[in-house]
Nanobody, 119 residues
Framework: VQLVESGGGSVQAGGSLTLSCAASEYTPLPDCMAWFRQPPGKERELVAEIEPDGSTTYADSVRDRFSISKDNAKSTLILTMDSLKSEDTGMYIC???????????????WGQGTQVTVS
C-alpha cells in the first residue's frame, strides 16, 4: 500500500494550504483515514480523522480551521487548512486504517509526510 502526500510548503500565518494523500492501490478509499502531524521535537499527534459514516473528528487546536475529506474518484484524502498559525508547523502524515482500529494498533499504513512551515 502506497500513500503519497503532497501540497506542503511554506506559508505566512493566516494563509491556507491544501494537502493531498494519493492512495493509488485503494479504490475506493478505506473507510477510516486520518491526518497526523509531527511538530519539530514533538511526538506525532492526530489532526483529523474520517470514519465509515463520513463523520469527522478534529483536534481542538485545528477545529473550525481544518477540514478533512475524501475524493474517492481520485483515491485521494484531502486536508484543507485555513487561518494557519505558526504552531501548525510540522510534518503532515497521512494514515490508512482499513480495519478501522485504533491508530496505535498494527495494520495502519503511513505515508512519508509533507512538510508544512508557517511563519
Amino acid at each position: 500500500v502506497q500513500l503519497v502526500e503532497s501540497g506542503g510548503g511554506s506559508v505566512q500565518a493566516g494563509g491556507s494550504l491544501t494537502l493531498s494523500c494519493a492512495a493509488s492501490e485503494y479504490t475506493p478509499l478505506p473507510d477510516c483515514m486520518a491526518w497526523f502531524r509531527q511538530p519539530p521535537g514533538k511526538e506525532r499527534e492526530l489532526v483529523a480523522e474520517i470514519e465509515p459514516d463520513g463523520s469527522t473528528t478534529y483536534a481542538d487546536s485545528v477545529r473550525d480551521r481544518f477540514s478533512i475529506s475524501k475524493d474517492n474518484a481520485k483515491s485521494t484524502l484531502i486536508l484543507t487548512m485555513d487561518s494557519l498559525k505558526s504552531e501548525d508547523t510540522g510534518m503532515y502524515i497521512c494514515a490508512s486504517n482499513p480495519a478501522c482500529v485504533a491508530y496505535s494498533s498494527r495494520g495502519i499504513f503511513w505515508g512519508q509526510g509533507t512538510q508544512v512551515t508557517v511563519s
